[in-house]
């Protein structure tokens, strides 16, 4: 079946632009994450949705960023007057449940570069 | 302090050997779990294996195996009979039992670049 699909795979701004990373999760997954990933380290927790709602919106830098999940499945992470230190890896991940074993399925990512 | 260490950086093993790569966790909750992922160059996380804090049992899966240490709060990942398509970063990640702080979601340490070496 179907992974979890980001889009798009790569993505250059410039410094004070917005930019919209989605992600479409694996079907029937309630649980979704966002990560970032920055070079030559492990991936750093964002935020979590359980369902639409938001649960965990601890590991978000700062209020540039914003994540949305309107209907339960597809999320979209939101970045305003992005600066340069926000170019990394964004990845998304997908679990049945969350809070439990079930493992999560990660994306491939977003590479963001911001000039 | 971290919640994960991984304290090798880089490896290099020679193909058909078996490898162990080192994991330590820090946790006061007594319900959580563990995981591995493996990166390649493409850059997908791939999930390997996982371990429970309650499970008596090492986790294995094919040649992965885990060698869970509670006491020590480690969880090294062996991969026996090693392959050039082992080649990758591996990361050691934990989900703890109690919400907050990100624990709903999974905590990674720096990884481990493995390079097998025919």
């Known amino acids: 079946g179907a992974g979890v699909s980001q889009t798009p795979s790569n993505k250059v701004t410039e410094k004070g632009k917005y930019v919209e990373l989605r992600c479409d999760p694996i079907?029937?997954?309630?649980?979704l994450y966002w990560y970032r990933q920055s070079l030559g380290q492990g991936p750093e927790f964002l935020i979590y949705?359980?369902?639409?709602?938001?649960?965990?919106d601890s590991g978000l830098p700062n209020d540039r960023f914003f994540a949305v999940r309107p209907e339960g499945s597809v999320s979209t992470l939101k970045i305003q007057r992005t600066e340069r230190g926000d170019s990394a890896v964004y990845l998304c991940?997908?679990?049945?449940?969350?809070?439990?074993?079930?493992?999560?399925?990660f994306g491939n990512g977003t590479r963001l570069t911001v000039t | 302090a971290q919640k994960i260490t991984q304290t090798q950086p880089g490896m290099f093993v020679q193909e058909k050997e078996a490898v162990t790569l080192d994991c330590t966790y820090d946790t006061s909750d007594q319900s959580y779990g563990l995981f591995w992922y493996k990166q390649p160059s493409s850059g997908e996380m791939i999930f390997l294996i996982y371990q429970g804090s309650y499970d008596e049992q090492n986790a294995t899966e094919g040649r992965y195996s885990l060698n869970f240490q509670k006491a020590r709060k480690s969880a090294n990942l062996v991969i026996s009979a090693s392959q050039l398509g082992d080649s990758a970063m591996y990361f050691c990640?934990?989900?703890?039992?109690?919400?907050?702080?990100?624990?709903?979601?999974?905590?990674f340490g720096k990884g481990t670049h493995l390079i097998i070496q025919p």
């Open positions: 949705f359980q369902g639409t709602g938001a649960a965990d």
């Open positions: 079907s029937g997954h309630t649980a």
């Open positions: 991940a997908s679990s049945l449940r969350g809070r439990d074993n079930s493992p999560l399925h």
């Open positions: 990640a934990m989900r703890e039992g109690t919400s907050g702080g990100g624990a709903d979601g999974l905590t």
